[in-house]
């Protein structure tokens, strides 16, 4: 009965979510012809018109040589960063046997790109010296670049293997039945006192013994003769995934035969795979665990300083935020790339990604040796604290040693928004303090001190039922980021600026940071309404809108920058065609994230089966 009267409530929030996303969407194309100029009332001002030509700075958009070279270089670039880096990333944390190929790929791709750069750049004029998008690029080239070194060295020595292995292998040997005919057998030749010898301290007695048949080595032989003797010694149990000799520092290669098919990239012999394999030899243990620790980082990094890079390569082409315009630039596009990267991360998480820790909107799968881990909401509430923090002092670096103006102290407000918020946002995820803000209820109920600590899910069987925990609290609902994003978007709607199409751009992204504020909440209506009990990520679709918001919004909010407001001027660029491209834009570019996250699970997939068999 409770499902049918709430069903017509879901939807109606549903619609209420797409209605809150529209409006915003139809609040920025203005006024209509019922405003000054189908600008919604905003009038045109001497800044919005353009400057003559020779007042503006030459840039690499309008030079009028080797165009061709430019644009084959920006394609290539576009190419590699964008399409094939995102498939090798998913690719290399799957472990999938076609991760080389794909890192490959994108190294020659990007190769091709950069000769591509370094033709244009000598043939044309330094428009833009020192600029960071040249040292940034190589940066992140040489990246990639030791970064697919590590993996073929790593899948030569089998290291990788040896990864995925190690908790399947684990599992079997504590769960492995032992026939009892090999018990009989093990009974009868050895001793119990030698048995207790050779007794590991944690054996549960249910076929672990050092010298059952088990536990030995595939390459040793099982027959009763064998085991008659003399018992196993615990230096010859090496419990199948002993892969490196503790008293020698490097790896033998040699000796081993777990290495990993290299797919098209290389043969399974020849000359070149046996200097690989030498030289991956070479390399100790505790080296290796630092290789596939840079490896790993990486793989999670490599993306948003793609990003960075694809960033100052528009910065550098249109020749923005030189000399004091730093500051103005780099607030915005640095502003404007996080809300650009939540709302990747929100689609993430309505994709099924970060399930394993419970952020995909389900319950946490629970595991032997669970460790707490942090909930989604508790992440973004630090990240707001952080950046509040660290920004509340670097408002006024673009007029330092000048008196502080009305827009500086607006900025100002705004930091300090950002860390009460991200505070208050922490202390609602904390336990502790949920636990604390009880004290008063749980003492005149007479609840005990560890109940209150051991009952924290809503599936625990209490006694009383009316002592029994809420079921929402084995769930984040914490508005409190959704609020501050709110906040900050019907701000910006509403600030101030020189010119009317920084106004307009201004609106945009404050209303679509508002409408995705709004969609998160009535994600937080339909869980709390319908909480998630499955592993299964429950998919709300309001965090389809709020992600779209945040996406969009981020990369208007980039181009709001005074410099780049400053281009659009000059080349009589509309408001509304910033706003209508970058819809475009994010409508593929979510399609190919949720490609290439399915991407990912196709390869896990593959892989466990082929490891499995």
Known sequence: MKSVTTRPLLAALAGAAVLGLLVPTALAHGGGEGGHGGHGGMEMTDADKPRPEEEYPLTYFAHPDHKTAIYAHIALMVLAWVFMLPVGVMLSIARSRYRLLAQFAFL???????????????????????????????????????????????????VFKKKQSDGSSRERQGFMPVSTQAMEEHNSHIKPADNDTYRFSNDSGQGTEPSSDALRSPSRSSSPGDVSRQPLALHDVDLHTKEYDDGDDSYDVDSHSGSEPLGPMLPASGKAVSTIQKIAGKISERFWKVLILAYNVVDRAILPLGFVALCTGIVTYGRFFEGSGIFNGLAHWIKGGIFFWLGIFTLGRWAGCFGEVGWAWNVRPKQAGQKWRPSAEFVESALIFTYGATNIFLEHLGHWGGAWSASDLEHFSITVLFIGGGLCGMLIESVRIRDLLNTTVTDAAGVSEEPRQQHHFHDVEVEDSDRREPETYSFSINPIPALVILLLGIMMSSHTQDSMISSMVHKQWGNLLTGA??????TYVITYLKPPRSVYPSRPPTELLAAFGLISGGIIFMASASDTVSGMIHYQLDAMFMYTVTMGLVGLLMAWVILCIALKGWAVRKETGRYRK
């Open 108 to 158: 020659v791709t990007n190769a091709g790109g950069m000769l591509l750069g370094i033709v244009y750049n000598a043939s044309t004029p330094d428009l833009y010296p020192n600029n960071a998008h040249h040292k940034l690029g190589w940066f992140v080239t040489w990246l990639v670049g030791a970064q697919f070194v590590i993996g073929l060295l790593a899948s030569v020595a089998g």
């Open 517 to 522: 504020s709004f969609a998160r909440g009535f």
